[in-house]
Structures are given as structure tokens and as C-alpha cells.
């Protein structure tokens, strides 16, 4: 197309030939054609317009041109200037499309009637203003990770951020729904950035929308329309796992200081409603009854089928009162946890024998013995101590082999008391050990003791606290032993009549009385130079000298 201008000439020679029609004429630039036409044979269109086909588009339309002779086309120029066309339209009725038009403008283009290299003299004035570029991005803010989410922690407080392009302006306005199919929640409009950034709409409350998958829109208007909508699809997950601790129960005493803690977790995959499950679980364990204050050990363990074990490394101090908590979490940012609090008791029950004492000779051959023990009451660090005191009488200097006597005692303040089953043999040595437990199954075992089964007969008479001024007079008393040289007590149930020999004046008689070990006193004079003595006791005679 050649740019047009006015001519008197031409005007002049169009009158001479066109006689008294009155008529307006336009020729090549160049000049090396002399074509004439009428205002009527190349009118302006008669009806024209504009409208924005897309945010950078816009659309020039010629509905009517001149009756006759029909016109070639038509072309758009931007308003006020013919040097080059914003687009072409071919025939007497069409469109063309301007491109490359600044979103959210007003733009106008004069519209004029064509013929070969010629343009009518009148021209249809149109105008169109693009809407506003579409968002580009739309995200819910903390809503999880790599995804977005809306869970339990924020959705009374929402944050969805609007991103608009670089043609975005102030005089744009910003749109946004949240809807989960029944319900939709609209907040009020806000204004666009300048340029390229985001719009926030804050403090959303989306409590009253269902779990699952939402459908977020938002579009931009302004005086040139509504641009297109964006949407997204996040997911509105307010439920958290449900794991649980089952191991240990609930005040639990354990006696293992590297205990097995175990419970179950959720498995809950991505779905339309739901975000993941995650696979691992965190168990902290604290010192003390509360999951407060900084944990002993934090230990993950791994969700297989719905379940999880994990055990403390290193091992927890014993005699100590610890709460385990088990956390699990999904994608979207909802937790939950279950925790269990038990104690640790790694310390056994401290059992000890008192009577016979090692090396001892027992005055019966079903001898009492007695001990001590431990008394503990269930507490915070430790489990009960069993009343059940087991005791065990071996053949012999050492606690192995098959005990010959299995007793049970019950403690009682802290002490016990057992005799033997049955009689033993006399003169025979035995050991002795006791055994207790607490409620965990520590066992506490009294160091063994040794000692000689009796009394021993006794097979010989002895004299004790002999004194006096001898060889003038002496005083003493008389014993009966057994081998080992030890008093032995009378037994037979009646007195025992002893007589001494020494004395100048003949032998005196003394008597052992029932029960006792030593005799009534004697006194001799003029002591000979030792003195002996002499008893029948159960048919035996016994003697003995000083």
C-alpha cells in the first residue's frame, strides 16, 4: 500500500472530466498512473469494529462496505497514521487480527476502504481495550511438601498466592474461589501487582470445605474484559496418622536396659483426598513421666505392614523412670503422636544368709536358717522385690549339682527364717544358698555358706574355769564335747551326774542339768596333780582329766 496525499491538479482534471459530478480523487505517490475513482465507487466502510481477541490480541471486523463497485478489502492503521498497516482485510465483509498488543490496553485504528493502490478519502474509526493477562501460578503456602496441601495446622488460615505476568497493572483486579464441590468460599478481590509479582489472599478460612481434592480459580479483569481462568486442584487433608505405641505397656517395669518399643502406624497413600503416610516413624525417649525437656535418644524407625520396632542404642541407664513418644506424620503437614512411660530396673534384689554361719556347727541336724532380704516397693525406680525367698542345701563345700533341700520363706521386714525339711546327717558339711526376685526377673543370690551338720554326740567329758589356789584348793566346772572339741548339750531329758577325782578327800559329784552345757561347780582340796572325771550318758561312759 502506498501512502496517500491531497493533489489540486488532480482535483482540477477530475472536475473537467467528470463534468459537474462532484468527486474526490487519489493517485499513486509515484505519479506514473492516473487512475481516478468517485467517493461513491470507493467509499468508506459503513459499518466497522473492534474487539480484544485475547490479551494481546485484537480483532478488526468490516460487517458493510460501499454498494458499488464492491471494494477489494479493507485495511487497519493505527489511529491517526497510514504508514503502516496493523493488519488486512480481505473482501467487503471479514476481519483481521493485530497482534502484539500490551494486555489490559485501549488501542484505535482508523479503518479504510481499498482499491489496488488506492484508499478512501473517509475512514471508520474503532477502538478495543484487551482484557488483563491471565495468572500464571497459583500456590497454597505451607500446604505440605513438593505439594500443595492444606492440613489441619492452617486451614482456618490459609495463604494463596496469586502470581500475575509482566503486563500485570495496578488497574487490574485479581479474583479467586476455593471450592470442594458444594461449598465455595469467596474472598474479596484485590488489586493486581504492577508488572510481573503476586497477589496474596490471606487469612482464608477453609474449615468449612470437605477433605479432599479442591478446586482453587483465579482470573483478572479490568475495563477490557475477564482474562482466562487458572485453576489448581490442591488437596484439603486435615486427618493425621494414627500411630500407637503398644511396647511397652503402660507402666511397665522392664529388667532390659536396650528394651524393644513397637506399636503401629498409618499406610494412608496419595489419593484424591488424602496426602501420604509417611514410611518412618520418630520415637524420642525422655528421662522422667512427661515427653517435656530434652529427649535421651531419638530414634527413627521404619513403617513395614503397619508397623514398627525400633530399640534404644546405646543402652538406657537402669533403675530409671523414662516416656517414649512415637511420632508420624503425612505430606501434608499433619502429625500425631502416642507416647508410654516405664521404668528400668536392672538391679537385683540383695539376699544374704545370717545363720549357721560359715564354718559353724548347727545345733540341730534341722537347722533354722535365717537371712536377710529385699524389700522394695514399686516405684519410679524399681520394680517390687518378690516376698519369695528360695533357699538350697547342697552336699558338700560348693552351691553345685542337684540341691538336696529346695525351701521357700516369705520375707518379712526385710528378714527371713526356713528350717530344713528333713533331718541331715551329722558330723556331714552342707552349703547353703539363698535366692530371691523382683517383679522384672532380676535375681539377686546370697554368697554360700558352709558349715557342719549337728549337734555331734558328745564322746567326752572336758573341765572349764578351773581356778582357785591350787594345790590347796581348786573350783571348776565340767563339760561334755563332741569330736570337734565342741560343749555339746544335755539331751537325755533328766540330769547327768558326773564325778570329779583329784581332791584328797575322795571324788566330789557335780551334775550337767537338762539342756545345759556346763555343770554345777565343784571344789577339792589339796589337789592332786590333775583331776578326772566320769559320766554315763545315754548307756556311754564319758571321760575326761584336766
Known sequence: MRRRFYSVLAFTAAL??????????????????????????????????????????????????????????YVAYPHGTTSTPACTISGATGSCTVTGVTAGTTTSYDVYSTLSSWISAATAIVSATTPPAAPSAITVVGGGSGQAYVDSANASNVEIDVTLPVTSTSSDTVHLTVSDGTTTVTPAAKAAPSGAGKTAFTGLNLSALNDGHLTVSAWSTNSGGTSTTLTAAPVKDTAAPTPTLTAPSSGAYLASTTPTISGAAGTQVADSGHSADATSVTVTIYAGA????????????????????????????????????????????????????????????????????????????????????????????????????????????????????????TETA??????????????????????????????????????????????????????????????????????????????????????????????VNVTIANGQTVSSGFSALLTLTYFSATATVNGQTLTGHS
Open 290 to 409: 512427661t515427653a517435656t525437656g530434652t529427649p535421651v535418644q531419638t530414634i527413627t524407625g521404619n513403617v513395614t505392614s503397619g508397623s514398627w520396632s525400633v530399640s534404644p542404642s546405646p543402652a538406657l541407664a537402669g533403675n530409671a523412670q523414662y516416656t517414649a513418644q512415637v511420632s508420624q506424620s503425612d505430606a501434608a503437614g499433619n502429625s500425631a503422636t502416642a507416647t508410654k512411660t516405664f521404668v528400668i530396673d536392672s538391679q537385683a534384689p540383695s539376699v544374704a544368709i545370717t545363720a549357721p554361719a560359715a564354718g559353724s556347727t548347727t545345733t540341730s541336724l534341722t537347722p533354722t536358717f535365717t537371712g536377710t532380704a529385699g524389700n522394695a516397693t514399686a516405684g519410679t525406680t524399681q520394680s517390687a522385690d518378690s516376698t519369695t525367698v528360695t533357699v538350697k542345701v547342697y552336699a558338700g563345700t560348693t552351691a553345685t549339682g542337684t540341691a538336696l533341700q529346695t525351701l521357700t520363706t
Open 414 to 507: 526385710g528378714s527371713w527364717s526356713v528350717a530344713a525339711s528333713s533331718a541331715l546327717t551329722a558330723g556331714s558339711q552342707y552349703t547353703v544358698q539363698a535366692v530371691q526376685a523382683d517383679a522384672v526377673g532380676n535375681t539377686g543370690t546370697s554368697p554360700a555358706v558352709t558349715f557342719t551338720a549337728g549337734p555331734l554326740p558328745p564322746v567326752a567329758l572336758a573341765f572349764v574355769n578351773l581356778s582357785g589356789l591350787p594345790p590347796v584348793v581348786s573350783t571348776g566346772n565340767v563339760e561334755m564335747v563332741n569330736a570337734l572339741g565342741q560343749p555339746v548339750a544335755n539331751n537325755t531329758g533328766a540330769a547327768i551326774s558326773v564325778s570329779v577325782s583329784g581332791g584328797l578327800l575322795g571324788p
Open 16 to 73: 473537467a472530466v467528470a463534468g459537474a459530478a462532484s468527486a474526490l480523487a487519489f493517485f499513486t505517490a509515484t505519479g506514473t498512473a492516473s487512475q481516478l475513482a468517485t467517493s461513491t465507487s470507493l467509499g468508506a466502510p459503513i459499518a466497522a469494529s473492534a474487539v480484544a481477541a485475547s490479551p494481546t490480541s485484537i480483532t478488526v471486523s468490516v460487517t458493510s462496505g460501499p454498494s458499488a463497485p464492491a471494494a477489494t478489502g
